[in-house]
């Protein structure tokens, strides 16, 4: 894969957390035009100002995160629920709306959003956390096939235990309790790494990636099938 981004003009959000300095190092590779904004979102008008801000765009990757709850089910409340949603499910149908009103005007374009494979299996202690995530990838199933007519790309990953700073760091990765884990639970037996994450993100947001269609690409190293 070489050079798949070339003079794509690509938006990514929160671009200091999560993915996004993998996602910054790849998608440069493979020549995209980069506006890395690294903004909160969670305020009202806060997606709407950054996409206006970034001018016309080719490529939205929707990468959002926060620190993940670990609140019991039975424990959480009304703060935390509203909270979590605030950053990682209100900001979604806004930044999508504003980027695909232009995408349609100006002929297409590709939107990503990289989100979590706890929408896919079950996660103690994780309900807040699985939830948000999980309306994610709804959103993407629904608004993906609408948007396909008019040439717009909506697609998601779905992905854990993939390396990156916000929820595997460093201290995480050596503990050994975590690395007995990774042995039991996940059948490629090490993390997925970050730039295997991003090229998969950079394919998907290419032209050869043009068949697929509200789609949710789960990237965790088998651990959702195990």
């Known amino acids: 894969m070489h050079q798949t981004l070339v003079a794509k ?3 990514i959000t929160q671009a ?3 993915m996004g300095p993998a996602l910054c190092e790849v998608f440069a590779e493979q020549g995209a035009q980069l506006i890395a904004n690294a903004d909160s979102l969670a305020a009202p008008g806060a997606a709407e100002r950054i996409v206006a ?3 016309p765009i080719d490529v939205l990757v929707v990468n959002l995160a926060l620190a993940a709850p670990t609140t019991p089910a039975i424990e959480v409340d009304d703060d935390e629920w509203r909270t979590v949603f605030a950053a990682l499910v209100d900001p979604l149908p806004r930044l999508v709306r504003t980027a695909a009103r232009d995408m349609v005007a100006r002929g297409g374009g590709r939107i990503l959003v990289v989100g979590s494979a706890s929408a896919l299996r079950g996660m103690k202690r994780a309900s807040t956390y699985s939830a948000a995530r ?4 709804a959103y993407v199933q629904a ?3 609408e948007l396909a007519p008019q040439n717009v790309q909506l697609n998601a990953i779905a992905q854990n235990f993939v390396d990156n700073p ?12 975590f690395q007995a884990r990774l042995a039991r639970e996940v059948p490629l037996g090490r993390l997925v790494s970050a730039r295997e994450d991003a090229l998969f993100a950079a394919y998907l947001c290419s032209d050869a990636a043009a068949c697929f269609v509200g789609q949710v690409f789960p990237v965790c190293g088998g651990w959702v099938t195990r």
Do not use: S
């Not at 999980?134 to 990838?137: D, R, S, V």
């Not at 916000?166 to 309790?177: D, G, K």
């Open 9 to 11: 003009r690509v938006l």
């Open 16 to 18: 200091d957390a999560f």
């Open 53 to 55: 801000e970034a001018g």
């Open 134 to 137: 999980g309306a994610q990838l």
């Open 143 to 145: 608004a993906g096939v």
């Open 166 to 177: 916000t929820y595997f760091p460093p201290e995480v990765q050596a503990n050994p309790r």
